[in-house]
């Protein structure tokens, strides 16, 4: 079945960076166009990043200029490099596959901009 692993959350200060990464198996990785969401505590879910198939990136106003996605298909990996990390940001972050009706969805992974 499909799967979406998460990794690279953790604790950051604000002003730092952070490298989120998504392993994706089950699927044929390159026909998906991939995203980040994120959830903070008592809000919605929100798009943060997506990538096409064809590589097309698009961002959500709030962290344009400060994340960028990236996708691997011969790894089938999709990256977001999280940097200037705000106490905003801080939330859960889910990686998403989309293909016409399937949508997937990875555990998650909490990112946490403290000092």
């Known amino acids: 079945q499909v799967q979406l692993v998460e990794s690279g959350g953790g604790l950051v200060q604000p002003g730092g960076s952070l490298r989120l990464s998504c392993a994706a198996s089950?699927?044929?990785?390159?026909?998906?166009?991939m995203g980040w969401y994120r959830q903070a505590p008592g809000k919605q879910r929100e798009l943060v990043a997506t990538?096409?198939?064809?590589?097309?990136?698009d961002y959500a106003d709030s962290v344009r200029g400060r994340f960028t996605i990236a996708r691997d298909n011969a790894k089938s990996t999709v990256a977001l490099q999280m940097n200037s990390l705000k106490s905003e940001d801080t939330a859960v972050y889910y990686c998403?596959?989309?293909?016409?009706?399937?949508?997937?969805w990875g555990q998650g992974t909490q990112v946490t901009v403290s000092s």
């Open positions: 998403n596959g989309r293909l016409n009706e399937r949508n997937y």
């Open positions: 089950g699927m044929i990785f390159s026909r998906y166009a």
């Open positions: 990538i096409s198939r064809s590589g097309q990136t």
